[in-house]
């Protein structure tokens, strides 16, 4: 039997379902040289190898708050052509029994939310049946933020972006992402969207144009699920370090500044969305930096 990990935020549980762990990723984080990450200390043994490899996660965050059933990035998905992607490429996995292991049956979910589109986000939004994508999640609707949803959209169509690009955007739109608008279940949100009392939205851009966090508040306590703003705990250590797939390089570090010094200090619990095991920890000052506690 499948052990998820799991965190309770006042009255709100987070569960985690992991659909891949990996490690590497070197030219994605190019700063992150095994000469730059093996000083950090606390990184080891949960977050690179002894060699000074990044460990990395994908994973679903389940925020379950007694009346809803909100489901945080749906990951790469089955059956879904990436071929850009080879180790993504027409992945197998148990993801979605083990979602229904963990208690959350699809039909159970009320709400997806991605925290923007890229493919390793919006993957299990559909799932293939009978030769068709069809919605995973058939009673849950789909939250995109506003200006996210357009500018793919727009990578999509446009004949002026690099070729990979537009029909990875191309793809991703039509088997994740048009299928849900198809069914009724797409809705187009603010960046600051409140979805029930304990959860809202915060913009966190950079990566992409339109990315946003989710805060979760519950009894007092609080709880930051934080997307790809940031992808690894080292880059606590050097907010500055962006990834080469960011959008916009200065306004990711930007985002990482401003989150990092609001939460820093306080028992704010962060839930990284790459981070592989353990996954959480509160952030703490170090220096002129942060370091996560566990
Ligand atoms: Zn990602």
Same mark, same amino acid.
């Given at each position: ?48 190898? /002894? ?36 180790? +993504? ?63 793919? *959209? ?9 070729? +990979?690009?537009?029909?990875? *955007? ?13 069914? @009724? ?47 690894? /705990? ?32 306080? /028992?704010?619990?962060?839930? @990284? ?22």
């Amino acid at each position: 039997m499948a052990k998820f990990a799991q965190w309770t935020i006042g009255d709100v549980t987070v569960t985690q379902i992991v659909e891949l762990t990996f490690q590497g990723l070197e030219d994605f984080l190019p700063d992150a040289t095994p000469e730059a990450v093996l000083p950090i200390e606390w990184l080891q043994p949960d977050f690179i190898t /002894p060699e000074g490899v990044l460990r990395f996660s994908i994973h679903a965050l389940v925020i379950d708050t007694g009346d809803q059933r909100i489901v945080v990035d749906t990951c790469v998905g089955n059956d879904k052509p990436r071929e850009f992607f080879p180790d +993504w490429h027409m992945l197998q996995t148990d993801f979605l029994s083990d979602l229904e292991t963990a208690g959350y049956p699809a039909e159970s979910i009320d709400t997806i939310l991605c925290t923007h589109l890229h493919l390793d986000h919006v993957g299990w939004n559909t799932m293939l049946v009978d030769g068709k994508w069809v919605p995973t999640f058939p009673n849950a609707k789909c939250l995109i933020e506003r200006n996210e949803f357009a500018f793919t *959209n727009d990578e999509s169509t446009n004949e002026d972006i690099e070729p +990979w690009l537009r029909d990875m *955007n191309r793809t991703v739109m039509a088997d994740s992402i048009q299928p849900l608008a198809d069914a @009724g279940l797409l809705e187009l949100i603010d960046n600051d969207h409140r979805i029930c009392d304990e959860v809202r939205l915060i913009p966190t851009p950079g990566h992409t144009i339109g990315h946003v966090s989710v805060e979760i508040s519950s009894k007092g306590e609080s709880g930051l699920i934080t997307g790809d703003f940031i992808h690894h /705990p080292c880059q606590l250590v050097h907010p500055e370090w962006s990834v080469s797939t960011d959008y916009d390089q200065q306004q990711s570090r930007e985002s990482r500044g401003r989150v990092f010094s609001a939460i820093a200090d306080t /028992p704010t619990l962060v839930i @990284g969305t790459h981070w592989p095991p353990p996954t959480a920890g509160r952030v703490v000052r170090e220096g002129t930096a942060y370091r996560l506690e566990i």
